[in-house]
């Protein structure tokens, strides 16, 4: 059994909402202090979307503040899209344990990671 397993990518069109779910086996999310999502497009490196933290304090990369929310529960840490751009287009990857501030999103190693679920805007 994997320990991460994402869904909820897919298709839209510029504009629309997506809602990825990260589940996880066992007890990870209560283990780690941080977790997050990261994305990587076609081409270009492996980038941090957004954290959260176990006291609930959640940071966002620029690109995606005010559109974008992390949230997370005992067994599922959430990406809720709302108005996504073309640019917006990657595989996208939960992640535990990260190994870095919590507070600063950034392409960080962790424990623990998805398998990726894509996610693809069409203008």
């Known amino acids: 059994q994997e320990p991460l397993v994402e869904s909820g990518g897919g298709s839209v069109q510029a504009g629309g909402s997506l809602r990825l779910s990260c589940a996880a086996s066992g007890y990870i999310y209560s283990i780690y202090y941080c977790l997050g999502w990261f994305r990587q497009a076609p081409g270009k490196e492996r980038e941090g979307v957004a954290n959260?933290?176990?006291?609930?304090i959640t940071s966002y990369a620029d690109s995606v503040k005010g559109r974008f929310t992390i949230s997370k529960d005992n067994a599922n840490l959430y990406l809720q899209m709302n108005s996504l751009k073309p640019e917006d287009t990657a595989m996208y990857y939960c992640?535990?344990?990260?190994?870095?501030?919590?507070?600063?999103?950034?392409?960080?190693?962790?424990?623990?990671w998805g398998q990726g679920t894509q996610v693809t805007v069409s203008s």
């Open positions: 959260i933290n176990s006291g609930g």
């Open positions: 992640a535990a344990g990260l190994r870095g501030n919590c507070r600063v999103v950034g392409n960080y190693g962790a424990n623990y």
